[in-house]
C-alpha cells in the first residue's frame, strides 16, 4: 500500500465506516439498519450521527461515532493501536445518547466497534477487536441496544412553549 497522509487515513477509515454501517444485514432482519450522516470536520466530538431504522426507514434512535483508523495494524493482535486523546473520548462520553467510537485497520479494510460510556482518566492506546462491523452480529447487537436506549422516549407526547403549528 502507498504511503498516506493522516488526512487520507482519516477519511478512509471514514468511508470504510460508513459502508460498514450502511450495508444490509441478514435474518432477522434481511435489510439496512443505519443511515449515515457525515458531521464534516467542524464538528469537535463527533463524525458521524447514525439513525437506527425501522422496516419503513423511519428512525427509531440515534446514536454518534468518532472513528479512528490506522495503517499500523497487527493482523494477529487481539487489539488494534490506536491514539485517541482522552479529552477528545472524554467529550463523546459526555453526550446524553448512545455514543461508540469505531477504530479501523485500513489496510485490511476492517472496523471495530466499542462503546463509549465511561470516562477516561488517560488516553486511549489501543481497543479491542471482538466486535468487528464486517460482520452481521455485532451490526445487529448495536442497532438492538440502540433501539432499546430510545423506546421510552418515543412512548413521551412531546411538548413545547414555542410550538404554533
Partial sequence: MAKMTNDEIGHAAEVLTNL????????PFNRVLFS???LGDKYPTADYL?????SDRTVLGHFFVQVKGTLHASPTA????????????NRLVRLPVPTYLVTVDVRAEQSYLVAACRR???AISSVTKAFPLHGDAVTIILYREVVAFWAPHYSVTRTSEVEDV
Fill in 50 to 54: 447514525v439513525a437506527a431504522l425501522a
Fill in 120 to 122: 477516561r482518566k488517560q
Fill in 20 to 27: 460498514q454501517l450502511t450495508r444490509a444485514v441478514g435474518p
Fill in 78 to 89: 487481539p487489539r488494534l493501536a490506536i491514539d485517541v486523546e482522552r479529552e477528545a473520548y
Fill in 36 to 38: 449515515v450522516v457525515h
